[in-house]
């Protein structure tokens, strides 16, 4: 397979849309997330998305399809939440591995689908493992009253994500995606949770390519968790990642100002995949293709970019029309002081 650092090189590569978005246009209801195999399961199962990996797998793999037919280089895998830690909601903690495996095959099934129809690809397709924020957090408390409770631990955080390491590894993925990311305590614990699952695994061989995506959450410029911008990056680059960017939480529009930041602080390559615009009053993502490919465009030709997609709201027609308009264009170039693992 060819590297795909080789491809950042030569082009802007472009990440697929939203998961969510199109698991919603489905319309399916509690028996469909239930399958045979959860049909007496005691807790409500409606809305574990990840779950369908497993009991729905043919539908997660025709989304992955799509958005590989729009152009994707990189598609995520279903596993946004396959942690036993968010898993604890719906009392299926002990499925986290399985889920993670099964959501890298439904993304290697579409691949493979996708290859032998299209032979002559000279890059990619590469498949993302999704790694989420988790809905526990280590730098604040969810007791108002108590600001120095944490409802979870580091070591506990670490041992979730290493255990979900594990499942997207062993299912074949080629990039460990660590995204969303609004509490950056919480991306160095999957952070270490990765290089640790890699000493103890894979010692001497090389380590998957590392992807990390923050979440800038308003105007201010800051995480959720009160870090500049500058200061997330500080504090992840250490991981020598391919690549740091943003993605959620605000439209191209409002992600713009950061991301001209980001491109000025990074020495290795910068993502974006912001939602289709912000939500209506109805939850709603109303950002029409070519609005949301020209903000995009914008960021490709001033030199922001090397990877772009979509995220809250965005189908294969955004990344289709992402992929007209941003194809020709030149990516950003990497500073001199280059990561030399890249």
């Known amino acids: 397979m060819n590297r795909i650092q080789d ?3 030569e082009r802007i590569v472009i990440m697929d849309g939203a998961m969510g978005t199109m698991i919603q246009r489905q319309q399916l209801d509690e028996a469909d997330f239930r399958g045979a195999r959860f ?7 409606k809305g574990n998305n990840d779950l369908l990996n497993i009991t729905q797998p ?6 992955h399809q799509q958005y590989l037919n729009a152009g994707a280089d990189i598609i995520e895998t279903n596993t946004f939440s396959s942690t036993a830690i968010a898993m604890a909601d719906y009392e299926m903690q002990s499925l986290a591995y399985e889920l993670n495996v099964a959501g890298a095959n439904c993304a290697k099934a579409a691949v493979a689908q996708y290859k032998k129809q299209h032979p002559e690809r000279k890059y990619g397709p590469w498949i993302a493992g999704a790694i989420g924020p988790l809905n ?15 409802a979870v631990s580091f070591d506990e955080v670490v041992a979730a994500y290493a255990e979900q390491v594990k499942g997207l590894v062993e299912g074949g993925v080629d990039i460990l995606l660590i995204e969303t990311i609004f509490d950056t305590l919480n991306a160095k614990a999957a952070i270490y949770a990765i290089k640790k ?7 001497g061989k090389t380590i998957l390519p ?3 995506s923050g979440t800038i959450t308003d105007a201010s410029g800051r995480t959720l968790s009160g870090q500049t911008l500058e200061a ?8 020598r990642p391919l690549s740091v960017g943003l993605n959620c939480a605000l439209g191209a529009k409002e992600m713009r100002p950061h991301i001209e930041e980001l491109s000025q602080l990074a020495n290795c390559y910068v993502s974006a995949y912001p939602n289709a615009g912000l939500p209506n009053a109805m939850g709603e993502y109303d950002e029409q293709p070519e609005d949301m490919a020209g903000h ?35 990516p950003r170039k990497l500073p001199e002081t280059v990561n030399e693992l890249l």
Request: proline share 5%; net charge negative; hydrophobic share 40%.
């Open 210 to 212: 590392i992807m990390i």
């Open 7 to 9: 491809c950042l090189d």
């Open 197 to 203: 699952y890699w000493s103890e695994n894979h010692s």
């Open 136 to 150: 526990k957090t280590l730098s604040l408390s969810p007791d108002v009253n108590n600001p120095g409770f944490r």
């Open 296 to 330: 995009l465009k914008a960021w490709a030709t001033e030199g922001f970019v090397n990877i772009v997609g979509g995220c809250c709201g965005t189908t294969p027609e955004h990344i289709k029309e992402i992929v007209a308009q941003v194809q020709t264009l030149t």
């Open 58 to 63: 043919q539908i997660i793999t025709d989304i």
């Open 232 to 239: 997330f990056y500080t504090s992840v680059m250490h991981a």
């Open 39 to 45: 049909k007496d399961w005691p807790t409500d199962l």
